[in-house]
């Protein structure tokens, strides 16, 4: 048998044991032709509240022989043959309960689907009423007295009740699981009987039109940079602003709110219905609450400042100035070209950065892990990352050419950043306080700093810094390429919509909606590409 099957027969017959359905329950029960101790359990259980004692002892033998040590099996079977009179067995079952109570003063089966705790004083209680049926009151007593000593929850008052029969004479009512409490099936295995759809329903992933759900299939249409415009075959296309807000009154049309920017299709119908684009659905809208509007006008936010490059969704568009041509700065003069010999022998490195043995100063300071109170140790980020530690006070010229050396790569080519708390900038470290300036060296004793080749930065002054809030791919060969979270120096202000920069060894120009400040807010900087 599926056990899938199993577990939907078995939730079935605990749901109709929830509503008191016992026959609904044996029903369903009697449909699992191979059982399990906990679905005979509920099976005994259902018997039980029926009065059918003999189906219910059945239930319960089949239930021990499938798990021989439960002693809640054992418990209840020893009150229903209580209550079947058959007092030698259940004086039986209550010993064996007793034994795979293992010393415990409780068992919690609630991790087994049974909302129930068997405490062991119930167990004796149990063994009390059997020698009470057999007249033997002291031996009774003697157990009443025991399980009074035992360990367990609202034991005081059954048992006191119990000294009191026992003293008169009177036989005692056997304890058994309360009516309707049995095993259940796991939730986690339930929920995964419902049918599932693994394959999904189709949706976009990347589409040329904002806010697109269409899932069928479409010819693709040439896109313009920045934020697509539709076209319209052979049709003039505008956008439109709604006048006033639109219910949806037939099959076809659109639910717009006032003010909605629509991409408006040709021309309208005899109707005086137009086709447009709204939230990426196309519909139809009535002409006249339509009036012309410009996507890319300014627009201003609730505080009245600015927005510019406003769009109604996507990235920035591209700034409406030509991008200028880079400007110049002062080349290097060519190398001569090498002559044959030069090309074919085999030169030898230049002195400065021929390979060395390593001296002890320099096994001291590439060993980060040496404890000296005067010395930092230093992390540097380059291709690969780097750790040596150095003298506190060293110079910015002897620490650019340590770490020079410990890189070897030229130091005159090379210059140490460092981000601010809070910040995401990297910020040229300063060359007469050196590590001193840097908050973590005076709290941690250690400092992070990163290593660029700025080769092209000769002659050349930084005037700020920008962290790029896009990727940005350059259009032409004077553009500068980066990726989101870069650092961009700004070398250059060329107008008003385009910056000249350098970031990872490039110089090149870039639109100045593509990054951001590192004294304004990321997301205010945002919100001023999309509102």
């Known amino acids: 048998m599926l056990y899938t099957e199993l577990l939907r027969l078995w939730d079935e017959a605990v749901k109709a044991v929830d509503e ?13 032709f191979e059982p399990t101790a906990r679905t005979l359990f509920v099976t005994a259980a259902a018997h039980l ?56 003063a409780v068992i919690d089966y609630r991790q087994l689907g049974l909302r129930y705790k068997l405490y062991s004083w119930q167990v004796l209680y149990n063994a009390a009423a059997v020698h009470a049926r057999m007249g033997h009151w002291d031996k009774a007593q003697d ?36 009516e309707g409490e049995v095993f259940r099936p796991r939730k986690e295995e339930v929920e995964q009987l419902k049918q599932r759809d693994f ?13 697109d759900d269409f899932a069928g299939f479409d010819p693709l249409r040439g896109q313009k940079p920045g934020f697509y415009e539709p076209k319209a075959e052979g049709q003039e296309s505008r956008y439109m602003r709604l006048t006033n807000p639109y219910e949806a009154r037939a099959p076809g049309e659109l639910s717009v709110p006032a003010g909605g920017l629509v991409f408006v299709f040709g021309e309208a119908d005899a109707n005086g219905m137009v086709t447009v684009i709204f939230d990426g ?33 996507g990235i920035p568009l591209p700034p409406e100035l030509k991008p200028p041509t880079r400007p110049q700065t002062p080349s290097n003069p060519p190398e001569a070209p090498p002559s044959y010999v030069t090309a074919t022998q085999q030169l030898p490195p230049p002195a400065q950065y021929a390979a060395r043995a390593a001296s002890p100063s320099d096994l001291e300071l590439a060993s980060p892990t040496s404890d000296d109170p005067g010395s930092v140790v230093v992390k540097v980020h380059y291709r690969y990352t780097v750790a040596l530690r150095v003298p506190l006070g060293i110079p910015y010229g002897k620490l650019q050419q340590k770490i020079a050396h410990k890189l070897g790569q030229p130091e005159s080519q090379l210059r140490l950043r460092y981000k601010q708390h809070g910040s995401q900038a990297l910020t040229p470290l300063d060359g007469t306080e050196g590590l001193e300036s840097l908050a973590e ?6 400092a992070t700093l990163w290593c660029q080749n700025e080769d092209p930065l000769v002659n050349r002054t930084i005037l700020y810094q920008m962290v790029a809030l896009y990727d940005y791919v350059a259009q032409g060969p004077e553009d500068l390429e980066f990726s989101e979270g870069e650092t961009i120096d700004i070398l250059s202000e060329v107008n008003e919509e385009w910056l000249e920069g350098h970031a990872a060894g490039n110089i090149g120009i870039f639109p100045r909606c593509f990054a951001y400040r590192d004294g304004e807010e990321a997301q205010e900087a945002h919100q001023a590409t999309v509102l």
């Open 441 to 446: 060296v005076a709290e941690a004793g250690r």
């Open 199 to 211: 394959l999904g329903k189709a949706k976009v992933i990347t589409s040329m039109i904002p806010n």
């Open 49 to 104: 509240a029926l009065g059918q004692l003999r189906p219910a002892i059945q239930a319960l033998d089949q239930t021990i022989a499938k798990d021989e040590r439960l002693a809640v099996g054992f418990f209840q079977r020893a009150g229903v043959l209580l209550l079947a009179n058959r007092l030698e067995e259940a004086l039986a079952d209550c010993i064996w309960a007793q034994k795979h109570m293992r010393e415990n």
């Open 20 to 32: 008191r359905d016992w026959q609904g329950a044996l029903a369903k029960l009697n449909d699992i």
């Open 281 to 313: 659905k196309r519909g139809l809208l009535p002409l006249r609450l339509l009036e012309p509007a410009d996507p890319k006008k300014n627009k201003k936010d609730e505080r009245g400042k600015k927005r510019k490059d406003s769009v109604p969704n």
């Open 143 to 178: 157990i009443l007295l025991a399980a009074a000593e035992e360990k367990g929850a609202a034991r005081a008052g059954p048992l006191e009740a119990a000294l009191d029969s026992v003293s008169r004479g009177e036989a005692l009512t056997p304890l058994l699981v309360p």
